[in-house]
Each structure stands twice: as structure tokens, then as C-alpha cells.
């Protein structure tokens, strides 16, 4: 999926699917779904098993080095990270990471295109074109159907997404509830665009050359 073409050769690694405001993640620079933890103080995270976890109970106070591949640049990067359990919410890194395979994610999202004036969409603060469903706290839409179905079955509560906005280049968490009522068509009155013409504004990675 997607123009990745160095992706397969980077196997797997903890997705970061979640990151809390004002925790360690977060002040360390690590974002929602664009980044996956390759390694931790030079130790390869290649296998889905308490290898990241024990460091992260044995450095609690103590700095960390996180190697962070981001898929927004197609580049590696170095986190440095303080785990504590001090910081106001759960867990001593503040993120939740899930282990998957290193993919483009440029055409697993949703463009937000037009948001009816005073809609569910409206009233959650999704802006047309600007913004970008990347998928829910919990993790991300399989595809369309995925999506309409969440949205149904969330009807008299709220969907919380996670949103890339391309002209702050900022991601956000917002509280979406969807309504039969609201005056207007749909249950969110926003129409989304998905596919190849509604990628995101990544760097990609440059064709190998011959």
C-alpha cells in the first residue's frame, strides 16, 4: 500500500498510536500514528515482547534513547525520553504503542473536504481541507465501511479521532457526536475524500536509482 518502497526492509516496531498531552512522549516529540519505535538505547525492538518494557521500568528516571522512524519524513531520528510515573496520567511514558509493520500511511486516511455549518463536524472543529482523519484513539480505520461504522454505532455518544491538520502540521484529538437531528444531512455533515487524490502531504522516499 502506498509509495513505501523502503518500508518491508524496515520490518516492525511499536506504532505509536496514542500520545497524551503533557506526558514524556510528548515532550519528548513523539507523534500519533506517524511514529513507530524502532529501538531503545541501541536495542533493536524487532520482536513483539517485554524487551521495551523492561527498559522502560528499569529507566524510570533515567533518560532513554529511542530510535524513531517517522513516516510523515521517511527518516530515523533520536528521542531522548525520562520515564516516570509523576507526570498525571497512565503509565510511565504516557503513550500507547501498538507493534505493526513500518508502512506509508499517506492513503489510510480521510480528507475532510466540506464541513456543514452548524454539524456535528462543525460543532467537533474539523476544518475542510486542512484536516485529515488519521483514525481513533483506539487505533486505525480499516477503510470506509470501518469509519461509517464507528460513526454509527457511535450515535448519542462521541467518536474521538485523531487528526493531522497540513497547515500547522499539528496533530489533535477531537471529540465527534454524531446526530440524526442536527437539521442536516448525514449523522456528522462532513464529506470525506479518500484514495490517491486525497493523500497526505508527506515526503516520500525517491525511487532507488539504476
Known sequence: MGSGQ????????????RVHEESPASKAG????????????????????????????????????????????????????VPTRSWGGE????VTIRYESIQDISDQVFHVLEVADGSPAALAGLQPTADFVLGMTTGRFRDYDHLVAEVEAAVGNTLTLVVYD???????????????DWGGQGLTGCDFGTGLLHRLPFVMPCPPQS
Open 30 to 81: 513523539l507523534r500519533s500514528y506517524f511514529d513507530w519505535i524502532v529501538c531503545a538505547n541501541d536495542t533493536p525492538l524487532n520482536q513483539a515482547d517485554d524487551t521495551f518494557f523492561s527498559m522502560i521500568k528499569s529507566h524510570e528516571g533515567l533518560e532513554l534513547r529511542l530510535t524513531v522512524f517517522s513516516v510523515q519524513t521517511w527518516r530515523m531520528r533520536q528521542v531522548v525520553i
Open 166 to 180: 497540513k497547515q500547522i502540521d499539528s496533530i489533535r484529538e477531537v471529540n465527534l457526536a454524531p446526530r440524526r
Open 6 to 17: 523502503s518500508a518491508p526492509a524496515l520490518g516492525e516496531a511499536f506504532r505509536c498510536v
Open 91 to 94: 503509565g510511565m511514558l504516557g
